[in-house]
């Protein structure tokens, strides 16, 4: 029997003012809402053959209902699925996430076709192993990185890291996990060379501490059974809070690592999964 919800999923309601899909958007229908935490839930929506992106990419959301603005968000899905996995916050009180949360299967989102983002393979230099560093949602758009077959041809090993306050709330890192080591086609580009690494914050889990902490002190790479951090041959993607965005671009600036973009790769990318 499954276990009961130990939270309140939200009520459906109308999340649809009738308005005409703005220029350069596209309207599309929520197929699956899946919610992990009182703060943290998922979706998937149609995609439209004409929403092209790249793994690591994000895309500009909104709702069709009067005064609610569009907000950045990741793509969690892969480039070849046909349709897009989105994973959300819940901000009491967010002007865009206090009514997302209601989604239902058959609700319409917006979506600007334009997606653009930091956190892509060709910003990379060539390397033997990535490591994909996350907290909170910066997961999301990792799980498309992680089942890009590209990335397996670029990289020997590929290391997502995903730290949590609470066991809850790596429900999500654990079932693309799964994923990996389960679903036929996924399985078969990814799964020897694919591994979740995880921490707790707040709550003993399989590891408490911080993504930062699990780096400094080398205990990361003794648990991947890798060696240690090395700008020559490794390849890092930074997606979380700022704090933790800002504290390991000091240290792995410090290390060696330089920072990459589009038109001059480098052995780091960064981006922010929130503003404030
Ligand atoms: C490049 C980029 C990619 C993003 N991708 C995602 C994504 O895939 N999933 C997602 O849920 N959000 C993502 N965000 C954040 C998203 O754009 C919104 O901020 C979020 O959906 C909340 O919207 P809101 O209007 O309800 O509240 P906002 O007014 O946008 O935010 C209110 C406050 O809530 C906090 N907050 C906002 N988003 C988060 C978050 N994700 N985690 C923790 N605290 C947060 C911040 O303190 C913020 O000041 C991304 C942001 C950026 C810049």
Redesign the pocket.
């Known amino acids: 029997m499954a276990e009961p919800a130990r939270f309140r999923e939200p009520d459906a309601v109308s999340l649809d003012d009738g308005l005409p899909t703005p220029d350069g958007c596209l309207r599309t229908r929520v197929l699956d809402v899946t919610h992990h935490t009182d703060q943290?839930f998922e979706f998937s929506v149609e995609r439209d053959p004409g929403f092209r992106f790249r793994a690591g990419e994000?895309a500009m959301?909104g709702l069709p209902l009067r005064d609610t603005?569009f907000?950045?968000?990741?793509?969690?899905s892969a480039p070849w699925e046909d349709h897009l996995t989105?994973?959300?916050?819940?901000?009491p009180?967010?002007?865009?996430?206090?009514?997302?949360q209601h989604l239902t299967p058959g609700d319409a989102i917006w979506l600007r076709r334009k997606t653009t983002?930091t956190l892509i393979c060709d910003a990379l230099l060539p390397g033997e192993r990535l490591l994909m560093v996350s907290t909170?949602?910066?997961v999301?758009?990792f799980a498309s990185v992680a089942l890009d077959p590209a990335v397996y041809e670029a990289f020997g090993t590929v290391v997502l890291v995903q730290g949590c306050r609470t066991g809850a709330e790596l429900q999500f890192a654990n079932a693309l996990k799964k994923r990996i080591a389960t679903d036929d086609l996924v399985q078969s580009f990814a799964a020897d060379r694919f591994q979740l690494q995880t921490c707790t914050s707040r709550e003993p889990g399989t590891r408490q501490g911080r993504v930062t902490d699990l780096i400094y002190s080398g205990e990361l790479f003794d648990a991947m059974e890798g060696a240690p951090l090395d700008p020559e041959r490794d390849r890092i993607m930074l997606?979380g809070?700022m704090a933790m965005l800002k504290e390991l671009k000091g240290y792995l600036g410090e290390s060696g690592f330089v920072e990459g973009s589009r038109n001059t790769p480098g052995s780091l990318v960064i981006?922010?999964?929130?503003?404030?």
């Open positions: 943290l994000f959301l603005p907000r950045a968000y990741s793509v969690a989105f994973y959300s916050i819940k901000v009180g967010g002007p865009l996430t206090e009514k997302l983002g909170g949602t910066g999301a758009p997606c809070s981006e922010r999964a929130f503003v404030g």
